[in-house]
Every structure is written in C-alpha cells, then in structure tokens.
C-alpha cells in the first residue's frame, strides 16, 4: 500500500544549526501536506503545511520544500534550539484523510 | 477556547472490559478523527467522522466503535478490550477534509489493557 515515512527515525543536532527532516510519500494523489511536532505527552501541534501547487513556504525559523518529481518532503528549522527537541510528524491528505509517517526524534545538543 | 478536549486521560483495563472514549472539540469543525499511536508506528487513523452524522473506517477499525453524537462531540468505544489495544489514543478535529487546515489534537489517552 502507499504510506508516508521519514528517511531517518532520529537526528542529533547541535543547538544553532540548521536541522532538516526528509520525509517521502508515495500516493501522486495526495494535495495537502502537515509538518506537526510532538513534545513528550502532548498531542501533535501543527508547524507548517504546504499544498502540492506549491514548492515551498516558510514560517518562522521553519521552512517546508516539495519535490512532487520525487515525491519528497522536508521540514527546515533555522538555528535549532533546545525547545525544538521533540518528534517531527509529516503528514499528507488523501481523499480527505491524514495519514502520517512513523516520525523523527530530533534530540538537540547543548 | 479549549479546543480538543478527551476524557479521560489515563485508563488501565482488563481484558474484555469495555470503555468509551470521550471527545469534544468547541472549535465549530466539521470533521473529527481518532488516531491511536503505537512506537515507532506514528498515528493511525481508526475511525473519522468527516461530518455530522457521518462515520467512516479508517485504517485500523477493528474492535473499535465510535458515534458522533452532534458536532461537538465524537466517541470511540472498546467493547471487548484486548491487549493490543494498549495505546495512546488521540482525537482530532479539523475544519473539513476538504479544507487546506491542518487538524487540531487533543491530549490524548494512554490506555493500558492487561
């Protein structure tokens, strides 16, 4: 079947740099895709989202890219801070439904 | 504005118990969902609800039941619990699956079926 799934279950970033979080799909169907964060015992919380006629949208310190040619998505964060610890969700929208990937653990060192 | 709101938030059960999940969201949606997420699996949907009146299966619906009571409101029920039910369960709602906005979450509810 067609799923979502991150390239990577975890990411060790050093606190300032750049962080990138990949995330493939594979349903050509889908139009509307969600970066959503997960801290420890809370519910995702939306970051960013992007609709397939676009190919890219920032946010603050966020930035999502879309390569509908690969079926590749990738979540940005500028400057990583130790509050951005968390699991990176990709989600994408298919017949009116999310479904996600398995997520990414980024841990931030200090 | 509370948004999301799910009762309880921590349950432990014994095998072949039932329990209902409880879901409201005040912020007017149109569509609601449950999703129960297992490690290293993400979020699957079980049952969504894209209006009221409305309820339809999702990836994972065996074993579960869900009502959408008006349009606040939408439950999942477990009538005979097993142990892999054992999850943390979460409701979300969202303005409509047509509408390019993203789906907002409750807290969640870590079950426990032993």
């Known amino acids: 079947g067609e799923s979502v799934g991150l390239h990577l279950p975890t990411l060790s970033v050093q606190e300032g740099d750049n962080s990138i979080i990949n995330c493939a799909y594979s349903?050509?169907?889908?139009?509307?895709f969600i970066w959503y964060k997960q801290e420890s015992g809370k519910g995702p919380q939306f970051i960013i989202d992007?609709?397939?006629?676009?190919d890219k949208r920032q946010g603050q310190r966020v930035t999502v890219l879309l390569n509908k040619t690969v079926k590749h998505l990738s979540l940005q964060i500028a400057a990583t801070q130790p509050g951005d610890s968390a699991v990176y969700f990709c989600?994408?929208?298919?017949?009116?439904?999310?479904?996600f990937g398995a997520g990414t653990t980024v841990t931030v060192r200090a | 504005n509370a948004g999301v709101t799910q009762t309880p938030k921590f349950q432990v059960l014994k095998t072949g118990q039932s329990m209902t999940l409880q879901c409201a969201q005040d912020?007017?949606?149109?569509?609601m969902y449950w999703y129960r997420q297992d490690p290293g699996m993400g979020l699957r949907l079980i049952y969504y609800?894209?209006?009221?009146?409305?309820?339809d299966k999702g990836e994972v619906p065996n074993g579960y039941n869900v009502s959408r009571l008006n349009k606040r409101e939408f439950s999942l029920r477990l009538e005979s619990a097993a142990p892999s039910q054992t999850s943390v369960y979460f409701c979300?709602?969202?303005?409509?699956?047509?509408?390019?906005?993203?789906?907002?979450f409750g807290q969640g509810t870590r079950l426990t079926v032993v």
């Open positions: 979300a709602s969202s303005v409509s699956g047509q509408a390019n906005t993203e789906a907002f």
């Open positions: 349903n050509s169907a889908s139009d509307y």
């Open positions: 992007i609709r397939s006629n676009m």
């Open positions: 989600a994408e929208r298919v017949d009116y439904k999310l479904s």
């Open positions: 912020m007017n949606h149109n569509s």
């Open positions: 609800s894209a209006s009221e009146g409305t309820t």
